[in-house]
T-cell receptor
Framework: GQQVMQIPQYQHVQEGEDFTTYCNSS?????IQWYKQRPGGHPVFLIQLVKSGEVKKQKRLTFQFGEAKKNSSLHITATQTTDVGTYFCADHNQFYFGTGTSLTVIP | DGGITQSPKYLFRKEGQNVTLSCEQNLNHDAMYWYRQDPGQGLRLIYY???????QKGDIAEGYSVSREKKESFPLTVTSAQKNPTAFYLCASSSAGGGETQYFGPGTRLLVL
């Protein structure tokens, strides 16, 4: 069945360092969504990618969708303490969320 | 992420007891969802509903039941058959089912006494 894996599961970075999380699917995705969940909070929608090879930016966040539409990445440049949380990719056609990457930023 | 309310914020269940978690949305969304999140884990789909009076089982529906009598409401009952109910329960809605952005409520944390 559908499998969407995220790596790494946990990431600790010094403030100012970059961070990347990867999402890999066993099947071709029609689109992919990214969410952020702050500690103790609920997931909040960040972005949706639809096209093969698509790249979108939101300030320090860069989202990519692979050419084969089987993988995606989220890259944060120069992390800040406000970036702390768990980042999930999601395949809403299958109502499936990835396992998430928990980001800790050390001041 | 507004427009979806869940109550209560914390809920305690005794052994053998059924409890119902409330989820209401005023976004005029057709589709609603229930997810379970365990500590340090991702979200797993319990049930979803794409239209009033219709709902489908997700990956972990055993021990849970739902109803969708109104577009705005999608309550989840955790039955006594659910042997490990302690988790964070998240309700979400979207304008349509399949591929649409989901908007989440604040969640209900269920604990077993």
């Amino acid at each position: 069945g559908q499998q969407v894996m995220q790596i790494p599961q946990y990431q600790h970075v010094q403030e100012g360092e970059d961070f990347t999380t990867y999402c890999n699917s066993s099947t071709t995705l029609s689109n992919i969504q990214w969410y952020k969940q702050r500690p103790g909070g609920h997931p909040v929608f960040l972005i949706q990618l639809v096209k093969s090879g698509e790249v979108k930016k939101q300030k320090r966040l860069t989202f990519q969708f692979g050419e084969a539409k089987k993988n995606s990445s989220l890259h944060i440049t120069a992390t800040q303490t406000t970036d702390v949380g768990t980042y999930f990719c999601a395949d809403h056609n299958q109502f499936y969320f990835g396992t998430g990457t928990s980001l800790t930023v050390i001041p | 992420d507004g427009g979806i309310t869940q109550s209560p914020k914390y809920l305690f269940r005794k052994e053998g007891q059924n409890v119902t978690l409330s989820c209401e949305q005023n976004l005029n969304h057709d589709a609603m969802y229930w997810y379970r999140q365990d500590p340090g884990q991702g979200l797993r789909l319990i049930y979803y509903s794409q239209i009033v009076n219709d709902f489908q089982k997700g990956d972990i529906a055993e021990g849970y039941s739902v109803s969708r009598e109104k577009k705005e409401s999608f309550p989840l009952t955790v039955t006594s058959a659910q042997k490990n109910p302690t988790a964070f329960y998240l309700c979400a809605s979207s304008s349509a089912g399949g591929g649409e952005t989901q908007y989440f409520g604040p969640g209900t944390r269920l604990l077993v006494l």
